[in-house]
């Protein structure tokens, strides 16, 4: 089975400007769970969907937005961009809630 | 929120030594997952955890879920040069299983 696929794997922004990045879970897996990993705050969660609905949603501001399709492939959006988020986005999968996948995660820098 | 607290930070071994590293939260954890990441690459699944008093084997590692649900350890045996990463402790937080709250690390160096 493949695993969870992130796209794309690097991106580079500027202030201001927004981003999309994309996420394919585990084939069967219906939940998507986004998370920021930076040095200094570590693995932080973002939001989880489930069957297109935003089920959990952690501590961020309402630039970081999400979404799920009806293939439970998920997108996140950033809108204006600030330089502390760059950071590592990882997307993970899961079919039961306890265990989740990650994939390779999409490196974001802003200057 | 829920916190866990994972020590040590880093951990520098010589190939062949055994490796312990644990995490504690003062909150109730009804899972613990133990993750290895590499650099650049996503966090990747080693063990789960989903009973107090459970010892869970994967190859060389072993880990185990506190009786007081407070507490996990892992353990690597025989370590080799392809151990070395970043590992995780994580578990459900917030009362959703599907948000996971990790812990900051343990940083492992294998020096061959």
């Known amino acids: 089975k493949a695993g969870v696929t992130q796209t794309p794997r690097y991106l580079i922004k500027t202030r201001g400007q927004q981003v999309t990045l994309s996420c394919s879970p585990i084939s069967g897996h219906r939940s998507v769970s986004w998370y920021q990993q930076t040095p200094g705050q570590g693995l932080q969660f973002l939001f989880e969907y489930f069957s297109e609905t935003q089920r959990n949603k952690g501590n961020f501001p309402g630039r970081f937005s999400g979404r799920q399709f009806s293939n439970s492939r998920s997108e996140m959006n950033v809108s204006t961009l600030e330089l502390g988020d760059s950071a590592l986005y990882l997307c993970?999968?899961?079919?039961?809630?306890?265990?989740?996948?990650f994939g390779p995660g999409t490196r974001l820098t802003v200057l | 929120g829920q916190q866990l607290n994972q020590s040590p930070q880093s951990m520098f071994i010589q190939e062949g030594e055994d490796v312990s590293m644990n995490c504690t939260s003062s909150s109730i954890f009804n899972t613990w997952l133990w993750y290895k990441q590499d650099p650049g690459e996503g966090p990747v699944l080693l063990i789960a955890?989903?009973?107090?008093?459970e010892l869970t084997s994967n190859g060389r590692l072993t880990a185990q879920f506190g009786i007081t649900r407070k507490d996990s350890f892992l353990n690597i045996s025989a370590s080799i040069p392809s151990d070395v990463g970043i590992y995780f402790c994580a578990g459900p937080s917030g009362g959703s299983n599907y948000k996971l709250t990790f812990g900051k690390g343990t940083l492992l160096t294998v020096n061959p």
């Open positions: 955890l989903y009973k107090a008093g």
């Open positions: 993970a999968s899961s079919l039961t809630g306890n265990t989740q996948y």
